[in-house]
Nanobody
Framework: QVQLVESGGGLVQAGGSLRLSCAAS????????MVWFRQAPGKEREFVAG????????IYADSVKGRFTISRDNANNMVYVQMNSLKPEDSAVYYC????????????????????WGQGTQVTVSS
């Protein structure tokens, strides 16, 4: 059973940094693509970043490229997103997600591609 638990959200001033964590239950964890999405009030959930099972390949939304870094620790079943130079428009609930299918390597960027979601963690960036 796939379980995902995010942590690390909070309130930060514009220009600041946060690191979000996601603990995952799947094994072997390295077999699973992992992604981060976010959803702001009144907006659709949008893709933020994705990482291949090995960690060798990463992709980012244009809005966060150069500011956010996704990474993973396969030994500890963790995926992270380091968020730097935060802006008020980054405020949202952040979710990690998995499609639950091992050894499927495509890094997809729409919500319909992912079946399993964490509960989310709130990030608020003040101006």
């Amino acid at each position: 059973q796939v379980q995902l638990v995010e942590s690390g959200g909070g309130l930060v001033q514009a220009g600041g940094s946060l690191r979000l964590s996601c603990a995952a239950s799947m094994r072997p964890f390295s077999a699973y693509v992992m992604v981060w999405f976010r959803q702001a009030p009144g907006k659709e959930r949008e893709f933020v970043a994705g990482i291949s099972g090995s960690g060798a390949t990463t992709i980012y939304a244009d809005s966060v490229k150069g500011r956010f870094t996704i990474s993973r620790d396969n030994a500890n079943n963790m995926v992270y997103v380091q968020m730097n130079s935060l802006k008020p428009e980054d405020s949202a609930v952040y979710y990690c997600a998995s499609d639950g299918r091992p050894y499927v390597h495509a890094l997809l960027t729409t919500t319909k591609d992912y079946n399993y979601w964490g509960q989310g963690t709130q990030v608020t960036v003040s101006s």
